[in-house]
């Protein structure tokens, strides 16, 4: 049993060792992707980095069965159930005190005036995912937001490319639409 | 895309630049996993590629030199107090340094074994230091065998099959098929597990693959039913994240959904 001691706990080290780096590299690479998902995905800001945590958890445990190359699709997909519960618990819609808080700045910003207007521009594109269906919202962030072609999104929703290429076109027509709408109301 | 509302595509240009407001949360989210964040990137390529050695290296280089001392000290007392009372069972236990030679190990009573260590198997009859002979590892695994289970090799006995590590594997071949949506393969692999860990340590892991298998092979009424019982017995679980999208109310239409990554052999 000694022999077996020895040889087994340096592999105990290594596959440590490897875990943590995979994990380390992971958190790296993607985190921004999970936050800024999960917002799109209707969590607040105020609750953004605390969901994106959860899900790094889930990560953390199931790594050992994730493929390196469908890490993005896992993250992503345990990012829309964390968001799905958080949404219990947080209205979809930003808080006042959220964008109140941006519009005084913190001094940091060059531009004030900036910032009041990207975030306009986030509440606005927020209020208009919100009306969208789950399947074509996940489309939008992932395709126009985050940039991925066509076969990356199907690759991670685990649907057909030709699936995703329609869900965008319905999304982009909806999102028109609502912003017709918008602009309607605001003359 | 070029066809979008300008105010739209603003609108997407200032998602696509929304940054968390301080590194915060990510430095959180690595201590909870564990991980130092002061110099991440740098240790996890050196450790990555350095191994154990790299990982030795990086566990002195924290240590104060004071706590080696300490350590040393504290060590000189064990082995001391341990010599003075040869029948005790040893108060620090530690891995040997390099690794021995067979014949050596054989005649060394081991210090600290696998089954030993926490959340390991049923540990062999090793009271009082004495060394464990063949007989007492063969009761060992007979008495770990779970009643009624399958009778194992006596060869895989001696290699002590039953242990934690060997009902990870098994249990980790069921996830990596379903990782792979292959449904049918992960359903064999989760039933080999259970015909060989009939009482396994992991017992609540392979509850929640069986529940995922149902699920995502298209028995949605099943996954629900299942994952409801699951929840209200173990309402606290953590699993509860992964059980989701069956504990929701619409979860007969999950299958069809985005949220679950059916399998592509969902028809066997």
Same mark, same amino acid.
């Given at each position: 049993?000694?022999?077996?001691?020895?040889?087994?706990?340096?592999?105990?080290?290594?596959?440590?060792?490897?875990?943590?780096? #995979?994990?380390?590299?992971?958190?790296?690479?993607?985190y921004?992707?999970?936050?800024?998902?999960? &917002?799109?995905?209707?969590?607040?800001?105020?609750?953004?980095d605390?969901?994106?945590?959860?899900?790094?958890?889930?990560?953390?445990?199931?790594?050992?069965?994730?493929?390196?190359?469908?890490?993005?699709?896992?993250?992503?997909?345990?990012?829309?159930?964390?968001?799905?519960?958080?949404? &219990?618990?947080?209205? #979809?819609?930003?808080?006042?005190?959220?964008?109140?808080?941006?519009?005084?700045?913190?001094?940091?910003?060059?531009?004030?005036?900036?910032?009041?207007?990207?975030?306009?521009?986030?509440?606005?594109?927020?209020?208009?995912? *919100?009306?969208?269906?789950?399947?074509?919202?996940?489309?939008?962030?992932?395709?126009?937001?985050?940039?991925?072609?066509?076969?990356? *999104?199907?690759?991670?929703?685990?649907?057909?490319?030709?699936?995703?290429?329609?869900?965008?076109?319905?999304?982009? *027509?909806?999102?028109?639409?609502?912003?017709?709408?918008?602009?309607?109301?605001?003359? | 895309?070029?066809?979008?509302?300008?105010?739209?595509?603003? +609108?997407?240009?200032?998602?696509?630049?929304?940054r968390p407001r301080s590194g915060k949360g990510k430095a959180q989210t690595l201590?909870?996993?564990?991980?130092?964040t002061?110099?991440?990137?740098?240790? =996890?390529?050196?450790?990555? =590629?350095?191994?154990?050695? =790299?990982?030795?290296?990086?566990?002195?280089?924290?240590?104060?030199?004071?706590?080696?001392?300490?350590?040393?000290?504290?060590?000189?007392?064990?082995?001391?107090?341990?010599?003075?009372?040869?029948?005790?069972?040893?108060?620090?236990?530690?891995?040997?340094?390099?690794?021995?030679?067979?014949?050596?190990? @054989?005649?060394?009573?081991?210090?600290?074994?696998?089954?030993?260590?926490?959340?390991?198997?049923?540990?062999?009859?090793?009271?009082?230091?004495?060394?464990?002979?063949?007989?007492?590892? +063969?009761?060992?695994?007979?008495?770990? $065998?779970?009643?009624?289970?399958?009778?194992?090799?006596?060869?895989?006995?001696?290699?002590?099959?039953?242990?934690?590590?060997?009902?990870?594997?098994?249990?980790?071949?069921?996830?990596?098929?379903?990782?792979?949506? $292959?449904?049918?393969?992960?359903?064999?692999?989760?039933? =080999?597990? @259970?015909?060989?860990?009939?009482?396994?340590?992991?017992? $609540?892991?392979?509850?929640?693959?069986?529940? /995922?298998?149902?699920?995502?092979?298209?028995?949605?009424?099943?996954? $629900?039913?299942?994952?409801?019982?699951?929840?209200?017995?173990?309402?606290?679980?953590?699993?509860?994240?992964?059980?989701?999208?069956?504990?929701?109310?619409?979860?007969? /239409? /999950?299958?069809?959904?985005?949220?679950?990554?059916?399998?592509?052999?969902?028809?066997?």
């Amino acid at each position: 049993m000694s022999a077996n001691v020895s040889n087994v706990l340096p592999l105990v080290g290594v596959v440590d060792v490897a875990r943590e780096g #995979r994990l380390r590299r992971s958190v790296d690479e993607h985190y921004l992707f999970v936050w800024r998902s999960l &917002r799109r995905l209707g969590v607040p800001e105020s609750e953004a980095d605390d969901v994106a945590q959860e899900t790094f958890l889930v990560f953390s445990r199931k790594l050992h069965t994730i493929d390196a190359s469908a890490e993005r699709g896992f993250l992503f997909r345990t990012a829309t159930y964390a968001a799905m519960h958080a949404q &219990r618990k947080y209205r #979809r819609q930003r808080t006042l005190e959220e964008s109140a808080a941006l519009l005084e700045g913190d001094g940091e910003h060059p531009s004030v005036e900036e910032d009041a207007e990207r975030e306009e521009s986030l509440v606005l594109l927020d209020s208009l995912l *919100a009306k969208l269906s789950d399947d074509l919202r996940v489309v939008v962030i992932l395709c126009d937001l985050e940039e991925m072609t066509m076969t990356e *999104a199907a690759e991670i929703l685990s649907v057909p490319a030709g699936t995703v290429a329609s869900r965008l076109r319905r999304a982009r *027509a909806e999102l028109s639409a609502g912003m017709t709408r918008i602009k309607r109301s605001m003359r | 895309m070029s066809e979008l509302d300008p105010l739209l595509l603003r +609108a997407f240009s200032a998602a696509r630049a929304e940054r968390p407001r301080s590194g915060k949360g990510k430095a959180q989210t690595l201590a909870a996993l564990g991980l130092s964040t002061a110099t991440a990137t740098a240790h =996890a390529s050196a450790g990555a =590629a350095g191994g154990p050695l =790299a990982a030795g290296g990086r566990l002195l280089s924290r240590w104060p030199w004071w706590g080696i001392g300490v350590a040393l000290v504290v060590t000189s007392g064990a082995v001391l107090w341990a010599v003075d009372e040869p029948s005790a069972a040893p108060a620090v236990v530690s891995a040997p340094a390099t690794p021995l030679a067979s014949s050596e190990a @054989d005649t060394i009573a081991p210090v600290l074994t696998v089954d030993q260590l926490p959340n390991a198997a049923e540990p062999p009859n090793v009271a009082n230091g004495t060394k464990p002979t063949e007989a007492t590892k +063969a009761a060992a695994s007979t008495s770990r $065998r779970p009643a009624g289970g399958p009778a194992l090799a006596p060869e895989s006995t001696a290699l002590a099959t039953d242990s934690l590590r060997d009902e990870i594997e098994a249990i980790e071949r069921a996830s990596h098929a379903l990782s792979q949506r $292959r449904c049918a393969l992960a359903r064999s692999h989760l039933a =080999a597990y @259970d015909a060989r860990f009939p009482n396994g340590r992991l017992r $609540r892991e392979a509850d929640v693959v069986a529940i /995922e298998i149902a699920g995502r092979s298209g028995q949605i009424d099943r996954a $629900r039913t299942a994952a409801r019982s699951f929840v209200a017995q173990f309402p606290d679980t953590p699993y509860a994240l992964r059980l989701a999208p069956w504990l929701r109310d619409d979860a007969t /239409e /999950e299958a069809g959904s985005t949220s679950v990554v059916t399998c592509i052999d969902a028809a066997d």
